[in-house]
């Protein structure tokens, strides 16, 4: 049952939950990759009860919006939002690949990068703020359960497309027999699917098809300028595959 270790581990690596971990053995990388979508019931558990504050003390939905918006990056500690500004900057600066992997390593930040956060936040902050004035708990359900399923779904990617260099965070979460993660995130999707299915069929349907769609195109991006996914792709494809998603219970 050694493997139950990757849930704190999980835990110590994706979230800012305090969890006492004095030292980390060998295999625990790969152990922690496989609880990780986990995790993402955390922050939809948050966001869910923030939800149920908010009908219960009939608190302005701008207020309600906010919190909702800032709870997921609160409790990463915006591990997956930094990726996307990474990628963002090493994308808009034009160069060739390898000056593009020199970026994804640079800790400065760039204006493409902030100009990338911001459109991202302010898109994905309204449709939460709309979403929101029409919302039924069904709907909540379901908003609470994409940060399981995109999490899942990103560590499928993870293990199923070449990577751009043989070193590196995720390399070393992915190296060897990929057999248990595999089933672990297969098995974290289909239940995550299942559930949201039992719960809305339609809208369960749109977010499957648009995170495949989008799965594809991070393929055909990734490859394209990188070589290969990094972590900082992954973070990159998770930030936006969660505003897509939302996107699909909007509608």
Known sequence: M?????????????????VNMKEFKDGDLKRGFMFYPLTG?????????????????????????AIMFLLPLIL?????????????????????????????????IGAFSVIAIIRHCVFYFAFIYLWLDKATQNDMYIFSLIFVLSRAV????????????????????????KKGLWISFIVFASITIGLML????????????????????????????????TGDTAGWFLTISEGLALVSVFF
């Open 2 to 18: 050694s493997f139950l270790r990757g849930i704190p581990v999980a835990f110590s690596m994706y979230t800012k939950v305090p």
């Open 154 to 177: 990103c560590g499928i990617s993870c293990i199923a497309l070449k990577l751009a260099k043989q070193e590196g965070f995720l390399y070393e979460e992915t190296q060897g027999d």
């Open 41 to 65: 019931i955390l922050m939809g558990g948050a966001c869910f009860l923030m939800y149920l504050l908010s009908e219960h003390f009939a608190l302005p939905i701008f207020f309600t919006a």
């Open 76 to 108: 990463t500690g915006g591990l997956h939002t930094d990726g996307f500004m990474d990628v963002s900057d090493a994308v808009g600066c034009w160069k060739d690949r390898e000056e593009k992997l020199k970026i994804l390593k640079d800790p400065h």
């Open 198 to 229: 039992y719960i809305d069929i339609i809208k369960t349907v749109a977010i499957v098809l648009i995170l495949v769609l989008f799965f594809i195109y991070y393929r055909y991006f990734s490859y394209r300028h990188f070589g290969g996914i």
